[in-house]
């Protein structure tokens, strides 16, 4: 079975820290992807990977940066946390895509508040 | 631009009915449609897919339609339980992303079946 797991289940900081939030999967796929959920918005895309070093900005990458120096580790970074990026913080990972398989596989998500 | 519509925000289903959550989506380059399901303060799990080349896909009691004319698709839940109470996002994916692995996620359907 495909684990993807994240540092953290709960995480409370404060404004203008510095945030790590670390997934890591096991499956030997080329793909990583960051999402946040916040209620009526669905799930967001922040950033993507899809193999070491290579990233591309999702939907709402602002206030984001992520790093990807090993296959089955993908590290989300707040610069300096503020208080709307509040939110469950959802890793997941999926085999490079042919048309026909696409599916992602999520971690158990991070929820992240900032005072 | 939110490309996958979700426009049914909750849905209440008495148990051993059917449940019918729908989707729509605007862009005609998705090609891969795919269900997830989600419980609170977990991860979504994959639920069921279907490629573009096909009407119908089942699994179980879980069955997708896709109406590619109407670019709209349908999940179908056939006997409901209550263990099926939970948040389910529709996705979509395709070539328009610069690499195209990414998926785009509707804003999720709560589905509440009472016994």
């Known amino acids: 079975d495909v684990k993807v797991t994240q540092s953290s289940r709960y995480l409370v900081k404060r404004t203008g820290e510095k945030v790590f939030l670390e997934c890591v999967q096991d499956?030997?796929?080329?793909?990583m992807f960051w999402y946040r959920q916040d209620p009526g918005l669905g799930l967001r895309l922040i950033y993507f990977?899809?193999?070491?070093?290579?990233?591309e900005k999702g939907d709402i990458p602002e206030g984001y940066s992520v790093s990807r120096e090993k296959k089955e580790r993908f590290s989300l970074i707040l610069e300096s946390a503020s208080t709307n990026q509040t939110s469950m913080y959802l890793c997941a990972s999926s085999q490079i895509a042919g048309i026909s398989y696409n599916e992602q596989f999520f971690g158990p998500g991070t929820r992240l508040t900032v005072l | 631009d939110q490309q996958v519509k979700q426009n049914s925000p909750s849905l209440s289903v008495q148990e051993g009915r059917i449940s019918i959550l729908n989707c729509d989506y605007t862009?005609?380059?998705?090609?891969?449609f795919l269900w997830y399901k989600k419980y609170p303060a977990e991860g979504p799990t994959f639920l069921i897919s279907?490629?573009?080349?096909?009407d119908k896909n089942e699994d179980g009691r879980f069955t997708v339609f896709l109406n590619k004319s109407a670019k709209h698709l349908s999940l179908h839940i056939v006997p409901s339980q209550p263990g099926d109470s939970a948040v389910y996002f529709c996705?979509?994916?395709?070539?328009?992303?610069?690499?195209?692995?990414?998926?785009?996620f509707g804003k999720g359907t709560s589905l509440l079946v009472t016994p």
């Open positions: 996705a979509a994916s395709g070539l328009h992303r610069r690499s195209g692995y990414a998926l785009n």
């Open positions: 990977s899809y193999d070491v070093k290579m990233k």
């Open positions: 862009n005609s380059m998705f090609d891969y």
């Open positions: 279907i490629s573009s080349i096909k």
């Open positions: 499956m030997d796929h080329e793909n």
